[in-house]
């Protein structure tokens, strides 16, 4: 009995130290845009209902929407049709949904075939982020749409059904400055939920669903890094966007 307990807890404590954040974020893989327009890329969302990636830039509807496997091979090039400036997978109603530029609302995206978006439409208008620039991800838990407001180091979580019920949360970190003005990650890790990026120290930092610091993880030097946007966290991976070489970088970081 003493050996069945001591077994379970050796698990636990693997599978514990197994999920949290490695030291220094390692390069997986990486995929260039094969569209010629578009800077900042907003986001990359996976779809599993597809296996595959779909990547979106800011600032123009007629900026590409890409979609690339899990090896980097590009799949289809298309225009977005929206003004993206967030995008995620909803598991609930198993679509592609993002958040537009200020007060373009939010969107869902029916796919025709694989992977190109057909229709998009509307389900939330209005202002529903905490600035025109901010980009949004999703927390399929608490079925929020997650916002951060850098100037005061908070979180803002949206009601995905119903943007008027509004929620914050204060993350316990004094170097607020650094972080990316625009951008953040959800992880789906326990005790690790949410992380966002330290621009100046190059890594990227965790917290729980409190807010507390609970982890980070160091970027190689030479990971590219912004102060704003060409940040996103999905599938277990973190990406960011080299704006020079227009390729987005993927890094295992649990």
């Known amino acids: 009995m003493k050996n069945g307990i001591l077994l379970l807890c050796l698990i636990l404590s693997a599978n514990t130290f197994a999920q949290a954040p490695k030291k220094v974020a390692e390069k997986t893989f990486e995929y260039r845009i094969q569209g010629n327009t578009g800077k900042n890329g907003t986001a990359v969302a996976w779809n599993p209902s597809l296996g595959i990636y779909m990547c979106v830039f800011a600032g123009n509807k007629e900026f590409p929407f890409e979609s690339f496997s899990t090896k980097g091979e590009s799949l289809s090039i298309n225009e977005a049709g929206f003004d993206f400036r967030g995008l995620w997978y909803n598991p609930s109603t198993k679509k592609l949904e993002g958040n537009g530029a200020g007060k373009y609302g939010w969107v869902s995206i029916k796919e025709t075939g694989s992977v190109k978006p057909n229709t998009i439409e509307n389900i939330a208008a209005g202002m529903n982020q905490p600035d025109f620039q901010s980009a949004g991800t999703y927390d399929p838990k608490k079925k929020v749409v997650v916002f951060i407001d850098p100037e005061l180091a908070e979180l803002a979580f949206y009601k995905r059904g119903n943007p008027a019920s509004v929620s914050r949360l204060k993350l316990e970190y004094p170097n607020r400055s650094n972080l990316s003005s ?5 992880t789906g890790v326990k005790n690790y939920e949410y992380c966002v990026l330290n621009t100046k120290e190059k890594n990227v930092v ?9 982890g980070e993880c160091k970027l190689p030097a030479s990971a590219p890094v912004n102060k704003s946007f060409n940040f996103s966290f999905t599938n277990k991976l ?7 070489d227009r390729t987005w970088i993927a890094y295992s970081v649990f």
């Not at 973190?238 to 020079?244: C, K, N, P, S, Y």
């Open 238 to 244: 973190l990406f960011l966007f080299d704006v020079d």
């Open 206 to 214: 965790f917290f729980n669903r409190k807010g507390k610091q609970t």
């Open 182 to 186: 625009t951008s953040v990650g959800f």
